[in-house]
């Protein structure tokens, strides 16, 4: 019941949050993304980070919250209940909050660079039109790390999952 506390008040948070509040998670993304080859992006005070190049901006709701609470979630539901004792559950409720924010700031810098290139590609793949590509490969990016790291937490702690 903690973890799910926890999770709610995250996403109350982040529903009224804006851009200076969501720094803590929208700047390493960027900052990967640029790595990734997104190129640069430069910090618009109170609003997002933008790719004058490309013409493409990183705004509050690009921030990868809602990503994050599920992963935490996941691995909490998942996971917690093969702890025994208070304490070794609050440990792997903390723990997971940090692989959760991990895996945001990783999933959410390979998806911003993807998203990046295919905008400034124009491209189409069948019936997905240009303009929506980028968000069809944001979600496959995304799914294929929750898979990834609930597989990895489940060989970790070496149990089978609820």
Same mark, same amino acid.
């Given at each position: ?13 982040? &529903? ?57 979630? &996941? ?7 093969? @702890?025994?004792?208070?304490?070794? @559950? ?5 723990? &997971? ?26 491209? &189409? ?38």
């Amino acid at each position: 019941m903690f973890a799910l506390g926890l999770a709610l008040a995250l996403k109350a948070f982040y &529903s009224r949050a804006g851009f200076d509040e969501l720094r803590w998670v929208l700047d390493p993304a960027v900052r990967l993304a640029e790595w990734l080859g997104a190129g640069p992006f430069e910090r618009e005070a109170h609003h997002g980070w933008l790719n004058r190049a490309r013409r493409f901006e990183v705004v509050p709701a690009c921030a990868g919250v809602n990503f994050l609470v599920v992963v935490f979630l &996941s691995l909490c539901l998942g996971f917690a209940h093969l @702890r025994a004792g208070v304490a070794a @559950r609050l440990a792997f409720v903390g723990a &997971s909050a940090l692989v959760a924010y991990t895996a945001t700031i990783l999933a959410n810098g390979a998806r911003l660079a993807i998203a990046v290139r295919l905008h400034a590609s124009g491209v &189409s793949v069948g019936p997905l039109p240009a303009d929506q590509l980028p968000a069809a490969a944001g979600i496959a990016v995304f799914f294929l790390v929750l898979v990834l790291v609930y597989t990895t937490a489940s060989r970790i702690v070496g149990a089978t999952p609820r």
